[in-house]
């Protein structure tokens, strides 16, 4: 399976790069674009800088124990990506986290970059599109986009982990997320799955 991942500049920048783990630990090829905006995130919060060239962000990610063998990246004016053509694009994209201002113009049609055009090819030729918002609280605007985009055919998914599998760690809950979006993404293989089992829990891998 093919891909596309989009990381932008809302917090919860770790919920992107643990989906980049768990797809190239599923041997899933991954366009990957990163926004200006995200890479500020990621060097604040992950201690992550990735460099001004996306050639060079392999070298980087590597350092977290990704497996840049499935990983193209891109940048946010790199047009000549697979992603921003229907005739070539992954049959797959997820932005996460995705920011109140990248939801807006996706729900509006707006490509002003690539991430907005892929998630725009994906949303025309009906591709599984998730959305993984990280805003609290929530303004009637942001309410209306998150309905535009649904209706449009996306998948709004915030990262809003559960707690009925009582984590133990900060790493469970940021997987609860990843395990949903790979769920909505038909790759629930790929990671682990958490099943509420009536006041019981059950974790498996698939």
């Known amino acids: 399976m093919r891909m ?3 990381i932008t ?3 919860g920048a770790v919920y992107g790069l643990r989906l980049l783990m768990r797809l190239t630990q599923a041997r899933v090829e991954t366009h990957l674009i990163v926004s200006k905006a995200a890479r500020v995130v990621l060097a604040e ?3 992550l800088v990735l460099p001004d060239r996306p050639s060079d962000w392999q070298q980087v990610l590597r350092t977290r124990g990704i497996d840049v063998r499935f990983v193209h990246c891109w940048g946010e004016e790199d047009w000549h990506a697979p992603c921003a053509s229907g005739s070539s ?10 920011s109140m201002g990248t939801l807006a113009r996706i729900a509006q ?3 002003g970059n690539l991430i907005e055009r892929a ?4 949303l025309k030729e009906g591709f599984p599109l998730v959305l993984v918002p990280r805003e609290t609280p929530l303004s009637v605007i ?9 209706r449009a055919g996306a998948c709004v998914l915030p990262a809003a982990p559960g707690f009925y599998h009582r984590p133990e760690r900060l790493e469970e809950l940021v997987d609860f997320v990843v395990e949903r979006i790979l769920a909505q993404l038909g790759m629930q293989h790929a990671g682990k799955k958490i099943v509420w089992q009536g006041g019981e829990h059950e974790r498996k891998v698939d």
């Open 89 to 98: 694009a992954p049959r797959a994209m997820a932005v996460v986290p995705c």
């Open 142 to 150: 942001h309410l209306e986009n998150m309905l535009r985009a649904a």
């Open 109 to 111: 049609g707006i490509s």
């Open 9 to 11: 500049g809302a917090s």
């Open 4 to 6: 596309t991942l989009a």
């Open 119 to 122: 998630a725009d090819v994906a």
């Open 45 to 47: 919060e992950e201690g």
